[in-house]
């Protein structure tokens, strides 16, 4: 990289950064730019440079996962014979899409069949990126997977308590304007009558008066109420317009006793979360567009359908023992290290050869339950009818949220809503259906918030993670006393095997944490094999 | 003010077109009793109705388990049931990627899923577990 500062002109922070990255490669660079406060909200170091020749060292991957596949890609680049083997037929793992015509057998022989028109699909694993996931995004711009922007917080879709307002669903903007005016203004008030004044100077009190109204929308005597500052964040009884009758109408705030009583604030905040942060993408056409790509690098290397059932190692290497799952035969794959990114839900119940550690690390970690189903209906009533356009409506019903698709804006067909997506004791409880019923639940659920179900509502797909063949739950639910315990084991070299996936990093069920752990276990295997 | 659709329409015709159409007479019926009602806390009192909504969901409806690339085990005629202290553990804390259904469950619930389970699904096991030996279990 050259830089364009000229000679004798003061050095930008930019062209000091391509400088040092030009002369001492990435990672040095990324230590600068941690030293000038940059790139501190990830681990991730850009593309991974593993120097060195690996002198035709092999390396057997297991699960073509993202981690899997991260380590296959990097490995192969880096002068390995890489081999994986996957359980499914294709790649991805968790990152999957369901689209119109696939088929699914979930254990228990429950089928389904996707009826979605083309086009249309269902994301029941990982279905956003959040722009700090600096690893999942780099993948997709060096692979040439298209993003779209996903519509995390919408404030024209709904909050729902069925205890709250009578059932009736309540716009996002109205909730969200209303209880910081009403919080702002009983804080002004608390200011105003010196109840503060041991905490606050006279100037501070004038300062946090005056964010207060900024805040909350207050009006001159730090009110929160019907008026122009009021609508002009929680939207108008009636909108301003043009020519004759243009005049808007203020609308009425909710009243701040009947927000709190209500508990549908338990929601207000979800879009605050750092996890769902604008900028936050999706993959344009599904998430899996994301394993096609890695699919396309390296899906030659890939051994599909076959199941692995035994993982040994000595002094000269790692055996592992699959069985081709339609033939029944069984065989070994052979290399100088192993790579296992088998999620632990099912390397549990696989004999592996590692230290009693590792082992009992492998042993440790219970997987979480989670729920989704998308429904599709003959038209785009939530745009047409309620002008909702992508982003999300929280409920207190066992669906717990319906998400609009954040693509196909206005079209004319047919939609698929994410008519529920949940977790603990519901997902269990849905789990526990069969698909027919589940689908009942959810259009019975969904038509509380959104009665445009009964006349729309065409067919369903449910994925419950607890019955996927492959998985045997969601993701890896870690306690702060098991990482405490068994984490840096999990992620120990132990011998010729590591393991790497979500399951070892601390952003269980994200895809950048599957991701980043399988790049640290490759940079670390790496080092292992040159300096020996 | 909301924008709501001023006719609520059949609603009841698409959940009765939804049940038809799935499923074969090979597979075994899976209630779904309406139990739905604590995003935290499993709301049954009874074994059978508990079962229902928490352990097949992986030990499937008669108890038979299932395989995939990891099984579940089957709870129908296992001989491991045998020890009522050690289901009742693993109910309580989990074992291995199992997760531990204590925190879900009170201990009259832990007691009366294991007591149903010891004695369905060909197990015929007499010896009842209480809720005072679900307590002591738990960790």
């Known amino acids: ?532 | 003010m909301r924008n709501r659709l001023p006719i609520i329409r059949g609603l009841a015709a698409a959940c009765c077109v939804g049940g038809m159409l799935y499923g074969g007479p090979a597979l075994m019926a899976q209630s779904g009793d309406g139990t739905f009602s604590n995003p935290a806390r499993f709301v049954p009192k009874d074994g059978e109705r508990l079962y229902q909504s928490s352990c097949q969901a992986c030990h499937m409806p008669a108890g038979e388990g299932a395989a995939g690339a990891a099984a579940y085990p089957a709870l129908a005629k296992n001989r491991k049931l045998r020890t009522a202290r050690y289901i009742t553990s693993v109910v309580t804390n989990g074992q291995r990627a199992m997760p531990p259904f204590g925190p879900m469950l009170d201990d009259e619930q832990v007691a009366a899923v294991v007591n149903y389970v010891r004695s369905h699904f060909g197990n015929d096991y007499t010896d009842a577990v209480t809720a005072a030996e679900v307590k002591a279990v738990r960790r």
């Open chain 1, 1 to 532: 990289m050259t830089s364009n500062a000229s000679p004798g002109a003061p050095l930008r922070r930019r062209d000091l950064l391509k400088l040092i990255g030009g002369v001492a490669g990435t990672t040095a660079m990324y230590q600068a730019m941690t030293a000038l406060g940059l790139h501190a909200e990830s681990r991730y170091r850009g593309p991974i440079a593993l120097d060195g020749n690996p002198k035709g060292a092999s390396v057997v991957v297991l699960g073509a996962g993202l981690a899997g596949l991260v380590a296959a890609l990097e490995l192969r680049k880096a002068g390995y014979t890489v081999r994986v083997l996957e359980y499914q037929d294709r790649a991805g793992g968790r990152c999957w899409t369901v689209r119109g015509g696939d088929r699914y057998t979930e254990l228990g022989g429950f089928d389904q069949t996707c009826e979605f028109d083309r086009d249309l699909y269902l994301n029941p694993g990982p279905w956003r990126i959040p722009s700090h996931h600096f690893a999942v995004m780099d993948y997709c711009r060096r692979l040439g997977v298209g993003l779209e922007p996903f519509m995390q917080v919408n404030h024209n879709a709904y909050l729902h308590a069925k205890n709250a307002f009578g059932g009736v669903p309540q716009r996002y903007r109205h909730l969200r304007a209303d209880f910081a005016g009403g919080v702002a203004e009983l804080l002004a008030k608390a200011t105003s009558q010196q109840q503060l004044d041991e905490t606050l100077s006279a100037g501070d009190k004038e300062l946090l008066l005056a964010a207060l109204r900024n805040f909350g929308a207050l009006d001159e005597n730090y009110r929160y109420k019907a008026g122009r500052a009021a609508s002009d964040r929680r939207g108008y009884a009636k909108d301003p317009g043009g020519g004759l009758t243009a005049e808007p109408v203020d609308s009425e705030p909710i009243p701040f006793r009947s927000i709190l009583d209500s508990r549908v604030w338990q929601r207000l905040a979800d879009g605050d979360s750092y996890y769902h942060h604008n900028a936050i993408f999706q993959p344009i056409g599904g998430m899996d567009m994301i394993a096609r790509a890695f699919t396309r690098e390296v899906g030659d290397v890939i051994r599909y359908g076959a199941r692995v059932t035994d993982i040994k190692q000595s002094a000269a290497g790692v055996t592992v023992a699959y069985t081709d799952r339609a033939s029944g035969v069984t065989s070994t794959a052979s290399a100088d290290w192993c790579v296992c990114t088998i999620p632990l839900s099912v390397l549990s119940q696989i004999a592996i050869d590692v230290a009693t550690p590792m082992a009992k690390a492998i042993n440790a970690v219970p997987y979480s339950p989670a729920f989704k189903v998308g429904l599709q209906f003959g038209r785009r009533f939530w745009e047409q009818d309620e002008h909702i356009y992508g982003g999300i409506s929280y409920t207190d019903l066992p669906i717990n949220q319906i998400s609009y698709p954040s693509c196909g804006y206005g079209s004319a067909g047919k939609g698929v809503l994410l008519a529920g997506y949940t977790f603990g004791v519901h997902a269990y409880e849905f789990a526990s259906l069969s698909p027919k019923e589940r689908i009942t639940k959810a259009v019975e659920y969904g038509a509380q918030i959104h009665p445009q179900y009964g006349a729309e509502f065409e067919n369903g797909f449910s994925v419950a993670w607890h019955r996927v063949p492959w998985l045997l739950g969601c993701s890896g639910a870690w306690t702060d006393a098991m990482r405490a315990e068994h984490y840096e084991h999990l992620c120990a070299i132990d011998g010729r095997i590591l393991l790497a996936g979500e399951h070892a990093s601390y952003i269980p069920a994200w895809q950048e944490g599957a991701i980043l752990s399988s790049l640290d276990a490759v940079e670390r295997l790496h080092r292992r094999v040159i300096s020996t």
